[in-house]
């Protein structure tokens, strides 16, 4: 079965970067969308940002032109490339491989933006 696991999280100071990584392991033959989400204590799971299989991405109003989502299918990886980072992104950062009729997840990795 699929497996994905997020990677790249950590402390970074405000207007810093920060890549994170979801590895992929097993099938993603059936994967339709790729994407990322957060989450903070407290709060629901929001949708950041998706990239398809021909390599459309769409993001979320707050991330645009600081994130970048992509993925190298050669590795089999997922990337999402996180500049001018603010205190109010920081969060549980979690990839999703959605299929037709299943959502497979990552364990999730702590982004936190502070001084």
């Known amino acids: 079965q699929l497996q994905l696991v997020e990677s790249g999280g950590g402390l970074v100071q405000p207007g810093g970067s920060l890549r994170l990584s979801c590895a992929a392991s097993?099938?993603?033959?059936?994967?339709?969308?790729w994407k990322w989400y957060r989450q903070v204590p407290g709060k629901q799971r929001d949708w950041v940002a998706t990239?398809?299989?021909?390599?459309?991405?769409n993001y979320v109003d707050s991330v645009k032109g600081r994130f970048t989502i992509s993925r190298d299918n050669a590795n089999e990886t997922m990337y999402l490339q996180m500049n001018s980072l603010r205190p109010e992104d920081t969060a549980v950062y979690y990839c999703q491989g959605r299929a037709r009729s299943k959502a497979y997840w990552g364990q999730g990795t702590q982004v936190t933006v502070s001084s």
């Open positions: 990239i398809d299989t021909h390599g459309l991405t």
């Open positions: 097993g099938s993603t033959l059936s994967i339709i969308y």
